[in-house]
């Protein structure tokens, strides 16, 4: 989106989240009615001077009248999602929403063709994963036991053991997983 168009939505949005009127906006920033107005309906691009004029009236930082707002959703489809393959490519990790720093969590969906295997290294120190099986069965080790789980089944773990999947099955197996690092 062009920067003033994202500006105009911003004003736009504060205003009205915090029932300022367009003159009450006029007298905290001193920036006229009628540019603020065009400013908001996104038909003018205001100068630098102006958005600081803005943010300044409203107590904001400059660059976030300039930032695009977070989304309430995000929507991941499959096919943009670029998976991690191990085992010949029989065992395939789609980060769906990987790890961000506002976040303690990733969120993965996996596929293990039948006879697929991981052994996966031990996690970060206090990590935790949550597992549910959507299609298929596993076969978990977690250190020196073995859990056999099937569609419906879940698991949470410490994911900070070594632990393995394995597609014991004829068909494939799909995971819903989360890892958790507090």
């Known amino acids: 989106m062009e920067f003033h168009k994202i ?7 504060y205003r ?20 603020l107005n065009e400013i908001e309906k996104g038909n003018t691009i205001p100068s630098i001077n102006t958005v600081w004029k803005i943010s300044n009236g409203l107590k904001l930082s400059f ?9 309430n959703y995000v929507q991941v489809n499959k096919e943009d999602v670029v998976p991690v393959t191990e085992d010949a490519g029989k065992y395939r990790v789609y980060p769906y929403f990987p790890f961000e720093k506002s976040k303690s969590f ?8 039948s006879g697929a295997m991981l052994e996966s290294e031990p996690h970060l120190t206090g990590s935790e994963e949550s597992i549910i099986i959507v299609e298929g069965q596993l076969e978990m ?6 859990l056999t789980l099937g569609k419906g089944d879940a698991l949470r773990f410490k994911s900070d053991i070594a632990h393995s999947y394995i597609n014991q099955g004829d068909e494939m197996t799909i995971i819903s997983m989360v890892i958790d690092y507090k």
């Not at 500006?7 to 949005?13: D, G």
């Not at 660059?63 to 989304?71: D, I, Q, V």
């Not at 080790?141 to 073995?146: I, T």
Request: charged fraction near 30%; avoid cysteine; hydrophobic fraction near 35%.
């Open 16 to 35: 009205k989240k915090n029932k300022i009127s367009l003159e009450k906006l006029s007298k905290l920033t001193g920036v006229s009615t009628s540019s």
């Open 141 to 146: 080790h977690l250190e020196h036991e073995v």
């Open 63 to 71: 660059s976030s009248l300039m930032s695009e707002a977070e989304s």
């Open 7 to 13: 500006v105009a939505k911003n004003i736009y949005l």
């Open 106 to 113: 990733e969120f993965f969906y996996v596929e293990l063709d």
